[in-house]
C-alpha cells in the first residue's frame, strides 16, 4: 500500500514535467507554420525570432531556478511546485488571446519560469520515495517530460493550432489541482522542526501509522542526515563541526567550504548535465520536424518525429527500471560510448550518404534509445541524491542552473552552427562529447543505487570510483 502511495504521489508530482514539455516542444510542429507566409500570427517570424522561439523558454529558466533554490526551502517542495506550475497555465492564456509574434514569444518565456521544476521534481520525489524504488521514481520527472513532448508533437499533428492551445491549457491547469493533493516532503517538515507533521506525512507514503517502528525509524534516518555533524562517524569520515564546541548553525558558504563532499558532488552533476546536454538530444526534440526534414527528405517529418518521442518514452521507463537495476554509473557510462557511436554513424551518413534513407532513421533512433537510456535519465536521479538535506535544495539549483544555461547555448547556436559547418559534423561534435561523458563517468562519478545520503558522502571524497 506504502509502495503504491509513492507510486502514485510520484506520478501527480511529475505532471509538472509534462506540461512543460508540451509548451517546450511546440516550436517543434509549429515553427514551419509561423514562419511561412500562411502563418497564423499577425506576421510570418523572422529567423532570429525562430531562434528565440525555440531558446527563450531555457533563458527565462536560467532567473527561475536560482530562486526556486531558496523559496523550496522557504515554503516547501509542495508549494514551490504549485507556484511555479502557474507560469505554464498563464503562458497558455497568453498564447490563447492573442497572434501577435511579440507576444508568443512572450508567452514562450513566461513558460521558461516553470523549468525550474526539474530542479524541484527530483529532490521532491526523491524524498518521499523508499531507498529501493527512489532511482526509478526520480527518473519519472524526466519521463513525463519525455511524454508531454509526445504529447505536443501529437496534439500539434492531429489538432488545429486552437485545439492544440486549448487542450494544452486545460492540461496545465489540472497539473495545479493534482498538486495541490500531494503532501509535504517529510524531510523538509523535519528541517523545520515540524516533526509530528512530518510523521504523519511519513505515515500516510509508507501506508502506516504514525507511531509505527517504520516511522520512527525513517524519522531517524532523516534527523541523522539534517544533522551529520553531530556523529563520529559523519558522513564523509569528517565532522564538519568536530572540534567539541556546542553545536552552532553553519551558513550556506560555511557549510560548502567544510563539506568536501558537497563540492566533489556540485563537480560531478555539472559535468554530467553539460555532457549531457551537450550530446544534443535536446535540440532533436525541440527542431524535431525541420531535422527530420534535413536528415530523411522522403518520409513525413511528423510522422518521424512522432515515432521519435514514442521511442524516447519508451526507453525513459525501461532506463527508469534499470537505475535501479544495473545501477546508475554503468548505464551513464555504457550508454554514453553506445550514443558516442550512434553520433559519429549518423554523421557519416548524413554527410557521405553511404547508404538508403532508412539507414539514417536507425542511427537517429539508436541516438535516441542509448542517450535516453542514459544521459538523459541518470543525471536527474543523482543529482536527487549527492547532497545532504541541509544544502539539497542549493546545491541542485546551481547545477540546475548552469543546466539550463547549457541548454540555452545549444538551442541557440544549433541553427547557425548546422548552416556553418553541416549537420554531419554537428553530429561529430556531439559524439566527441559522449566518448568524453563515458571517461569522466567512470573515472569520477559514485554509484548511489540503494545508498542512504550519509554513505554517498563517503563515496564522493574518493578520488576515483574505479
Known amino acids: 500500500m506504502g509502495i503504491l502511495k509513492q507510486v502514485l504521489c510520484t506520478f501527480m508530482i511529475s505532471t509538472t514535467c509534462i506540461n512543460f514539455g508540451l509548451m517546450f516542444a511546440w516550436p517543434s510542429s509549429t515553427v514551419k507554420l509561423f514562419e511561412s507566409t500562411n502563418t497564423t500570427l499577425n506576421r510570418p517570424m523572422t529567423e532570429t525570432e525562430v531562434a528565440l522561439f525555440g531558446s527563450l523558454s531555457s533563458c ?18 509542495k508549494y514551490t511546485s504549485v507556484i511555479f506550475s502557474l507560469p505554464q497555465v498563464i503562458a497558455w492564456i497568453v498564447v490563447a488571446v492573442s497572434r501577435r509574434v511579440e507576444l508568443v514569444l512572450v508567452a514562450m518565456s513566461i513558460s521558461g519560469i516553470s523549468g525550474c521544476l526539474f530542479n524541484v521534481t527530483p529532490v521532491f520525489i526523491s524524498e518521499i520515495c523508499h531507498e529501493k524504488i527512489r532511482g526509478t521514481m526520480t527518473a519519472c520527472s524526466i519521463i513525463f517530460y519525455g ?94 563541526q568536530g572540534d567539541g564546541k556546542p553545536r552552532e548553525k553553519l551558513t550556506l558558504f560555511q557549510f560548502i567550504k567544510k563539506s568536501k563532499s558537497t563540492r566533489q ?98 542511427f537517429l533512433y539508436a541516438f535516441c534509445i542509448f542517450y535516453t537510456a542514459g544521459a538523459g535519465t541518470v543525471p536527474y536521479v543523482v543529482i536527487s541524491e549527492l547532497f545532504l538535506p541541509e544544502v539539497r535544495g542549493v546545491m541542485t539549483m546551481a547545477a540546475s542552473e548552469w543546466a539550463w544555461i547549457c541548454n540555452f547555448i545549444i538551442l541557440f547556436i544549433f541553427n547557425p552552427l548546422v548552416e556553418a559547418i553541416g549537420l554531419g559534423c554537428v553530429f561529430y ?36 570510483q574505479y
Open 147 to 240: 511524454i508531454g513532448i509526445l504529447l505536443s508533437y501529437l496534439i500539434g499533428g492531429w489538432l488545429s493550432y486552437g485545439g492544440m492551445i486549448y487542450t494544452c491549457l486545460t492540461c496545465s491547469i489540472t497539473q495545479v489541482l493534482l498538486l495541490s493533493l500531494v503532501k509535504e516532503s517529510p524531510t523538509y517538515l523535519m528541517k523545520k522542526g515540524q516533526d509530528k507533521e512530518a510523521a504523519r506525512n511519513i505515515a500516510f507514503y509508507r501506508g502506516t501509522k504514525p507511531e509505527s517502528k517504520e516511522v520512527l525509524e525513517a524519522m531517524a534516518l532523516i534527523h541523522k542526515t539534517l544533522n551529520p555533524e553531530m556523529d563520529d562517524d559523519a558522513p564523509e569520515n569528517e565532522k564538519l
Open 265 to 362: 558532488g556540485l563537480m560531478v552533476v555539472t559535468a554530467l548535465y553539460t555532457f549531457a546536454i551537450f550530446q544534443g538530444l535536446v535540440v532533436a526534440q525541440v527542431y524535431a520536424e525541420p531535422l527530420f526534414r534535413e536528415a530523411m527528405p522522403n518520409v513525413s517529418s511528423n510522422i518521424t518525429s512522432i515515432a521519435f518521442a514514442v521511442v524516447n518514452t519508451i526507453v525513459g521507463f525501461v532506463a527508469a527500471y534499470l537505475t535501479d537495476l544495473t545501477g546508475r554509473r554503468p548505464l551513464m557510462i555504457y550508454s554514453s560510448f553506445a550514443t558516442g557511436i550512434s553520433c559519429v554513424a549518423l554523421g557519416t551518413q548524413i554527410q557521405l550518404h553511404w547508404g538508403p534513407f532508412w539507414v539514417t532513421a536507425v
Open 429 to 464: 561534435l556531439f559524439g566527441a562529447i559522449c566518448f568524453a561523458s563515458a571517461v569522466f563517468s567512470f573515472i569520477y562519478m559514485p554509484e548511489t543505487k540503494e545508498l542512504t545520503v550519509d554513505v554517498i558522502q563517503t563515496l564522493l571524497v574518493r578520488k576515483k
Open 60 to 77: 527565462t529558466a536560467l532567473i527561475s531556478t536560482p530562486i526556486s533554490g531558496f523559496v523550496v526551502d522557504y515554503v516547501g517542495r
